[in-house]
């Protein structure tokens, strides 16, 4: 004798395909970023992060397999002229979830990098993350002195100008 159902699983096949498609399309978004993006849920193990994040803290490959924020937070700690004021602000918005945060971090080797910091809170309120991204702005701080540099030679020189040409007059 012989018993047995058939269920209907066509609907959650389209479910399951579509997550898949959507994981897909975050995944080759977060990868064409060109700032580093990193996911931290609330117990500290990393969720998720982009090759620029790698590139940007120089961060070991070992320490992003482990998925361990404390260790990626002791490495990143060792790459900045102000570590303390880096930690301090991490520890605070992890404690405070409904705060964001931007900021510029100086590293050692004189490379300055935009931080975003933002909590993934769902529609009830229930605190599920922390979505890091760093931007590197240094070439854009480097063009901005070099402007403001210019600036300042050039208004020096409109301000002696009259006086040097009265000097070279020869009447």
Same mark, same amino acid.
């Given at each position: 004798?012989?018993?047995?159902? =058939? ?6 096949? %389209? *479910?399951?395909?579509?997550?898949? &498609?959507?994981? /897909?399309?975050?995944?080759?978004? =977060?990868? /064409?970023?060109?700032?580093? @993006? ?7 193990? @990393? ?13 070991? %490959?070992?320490?992003?397999? /482990? ?17 303390? %004021? ?20 100086? &590293?050692?080797?004189?490379?300055? *990098? ?32 070099? @402007? ?24």
């Amino acid at each position: 004798r012989w018993f047995g159902t =058939n269920t209907d699983i066509t609907e959650q096949r %389209q *479910v399951q395909s579509l997550l898949e &498609y959507r994981k /897909a399309l975050l995944e080759a978004h =977060n990868e /064409a970023s060109a700032d580093g @993006i990193l996911l931290v849920d609330t117990k500290g193990k @990393i969720l998720s992060y982009n090759k620029r994040f790698i590139e940007i803290w120089n961060m070991p %490959q070992h320490i992003v397999d /482990a998925k361990d924020d404390e260790a990626a937070l002791a490495f990143a700690m060792t790459q900045l002229v102000h570590p303390e %004021q880096f930690i301090e602000k991490v520890k605070y918005l992890y404690e405070h979830p409904a705060e964001t945060s931007t900021d510029i971090l100086e &590293y050692k080797d004189g490379k300055l *990098v935009e931080r975003y910091g933002y909590p993934v809170v769902a529609d009830d309120g229930r605190y599920y993350a922390w979505s890091w991204m760093f931007s590197d702005i240094t070439e854009k701080k480097n063009a901005e002195n070099k @402007i403001r540099d210019s600036e300042k030679y050039f208004r020096y020189l409109t301000d002696t100008v009259p006086t040097i040409i009265w000097i070279t007059e020869p009447d």
